[in-house]
């Protein structure tokens, strides 16, 4: 099952690079990225390129068909070596290798290996990953936290995300644990601690307790 809910900013070109390469970019990493960076912003009307505020900005190389990061004064940061890159949300960047995503932090350090279908942007420090069609997350520092065993995922809010099991929806925590059991044909991300869910087409709101509260 692919990945409904998109969140964050990214541009993305298929690239065919060699395993060989792709180790030896995921080792280059390190060494090239030595400054913190933040969220990417589109600026169109003065600046058509994607950059980052404290003036490095992501550029296509024209022959590679891949992107790397260049400082201001159009110095080399980093190699064009991704055919995808989000913004940093948490810390944190998604990029793409040969089709395969992982993710470095801000100080160019690799976080999760660039061997997973697809991952979400981090929400509330929670990275969703696809793995043998089903869904899991990892923390902010790479760990597993919770197995991949859902056939969808939401994202984080109020400390709960929306994931489903065998056709029907519910809601787990941080832990893996289940909160509100899986019991809806429907339902929404929390947020401001309510949801919409559906039961035999029968919509309404509930709590994170799993309580109704209105229609």
């Not at 600046?47 to 992107?67: E, G, M, V, Y």
């Not at 991300?189 to 039961?199: L, M, P, S, Y």
């Amino acid at each position: 099952m692919k990945k409904i809910i998109a969140i964050g900013l990214f541009i993305g070109l298929y690239c065919n690079v060699s395993w060989a390469e792709t180790i030896h970019a995921q080792l280059d990493i390190k060494s090239e990225i030595t400054v913190k960076v933040d969220t990417v912003f589109i600026d169109l009307k003065n600046d058509p390129d994607f950059k980052f505020k404290n003036n490095l900005r992501w550029f296509q190389d024209s022959d590679l068909a891949l992107f790397g990061i260049k400082k201001k004064t159009g110095e080399l940061f980093m190699e064009p070596m991704f055919s995808q890159i989000e913004s940093f949300v948490d810390n944190l960047s998604i990029v793409t290798f040969d089709d395969l995503q992982g993710a470095i932090n801000n100080k160019g350090e690799i976080i999760i290996p660039f061997q997973y279908e697809e991952l979400q942007t981090s929400s509330e420090g929670m990275i969703a990953f696809y793995e043998n069609g089903l869904w899991g997350f990892f923390n902010t520092l790479g760990e597993v936290v919770i197995e991949p065993s859902f056939e969808y995922v939401g994202s984080f809010s109020d400390g709960l995300v929306l994931a489903s099991k065998d056709n029907l929806f519910g809601y787990i925590n941080k832990k893996g644990k289940i909160a509100i059991p899986f019991q809806y044909d429907y339902a929404s991300n929390f947020e401001d601690g309510q949801a919409q869910v559906e039961v035999r087409f029968q919509s309404f709101i509930i709590n994170k307790k799993g309580v109704k509260i209105a229609d």
